[in-house]
């Protein structure tokens, strides 16, 4: 899940295949923060981001002005959690039209996978679409992934205890696949 290539074709597309007018969308299941890709590409670009957590009120306002001096400055935007407000993404694509952005501005919308969602601003987007991978090795497997320069780091118990961890993590995850049927 956590390979090098997908993070590299993420990169790929923001560097090469997009400009400030192309939306990137990150869609994950209920209860997947899709948000983690765009920090960490933003960490591997070196990239500034600011972000916004949509879903009430006065989000909706701190979001067009993110939009706005973000696409001047040339910084990052990540409209977190977009599928709380879909009225809002109809807005967000009337200003992105009327704005010149700068060349290094570029627009990350997270969200659920949602029928709510307005058609135009998925067709103006690029859509990623993630999953947790299922069973208990690959949740493990993606999970001591991201720990892996951190287990390798003195005292040795710090190792044992990400493996702890990551196990739990595992085991929870594959369990709230069956909540419906009981713990």
């Known amino acids: 899940f956590n390979s090098p290539d997908r993070v590299s074709s993420l990169q790929k597309v923001v560097e090469d295949e997009i400009d400030g007018k192309t939306p990137v969308m990150l869609c994950g299941v209920t209860g997947f923060d899709t948000s983690v890709k765009v920090d960490d590409l933003a960490a591997a670009m070196s990239a500034q981001v600011t972000s916004v957590a949509v879903g009430s009120g006065e989000s909706r306002n701190e ?4 939009l706005a001096t973000c696409a ?3 910084r990052w935007l990540a409209l977190k959690n977009v599928h709380l407000a879909p009225s809002l ?13 700068h060349p290094k501005f570029r627009l990350f919308l997270t969200t659920e996978i949602n029928p709510k969602l307005p ?8 859509v990623f679409v993630y999953e947790p991978p299922p069973g208990v090795k690959a949740s493990l497997q993606r999970t001591l992934q991201t720990f892996s ?3 390798e780091e003195a005292p040795s118990q710090r190792g044992r205890v990400y493996l702890l961890l990551a196990w739990m993590h595992a085991v929870t995850q594959e369990r709230l696949r069956y909540a419906p049927l009981g713990w």
């Open 89 to 101: 993404l109809a807005e967000v694509e009337k200003q992105l039209s009327s704005l010149q952005p």
């Open 119 to 126: 058609e135009n601003i998925l067709s103006l987007s690029r």
């Open 149 to 151: 320069p951190k287990m």
């Open 72 to 74: 001047q400055g040339g």
């Open 63 to 66: 979001a067009k002005k993110a």
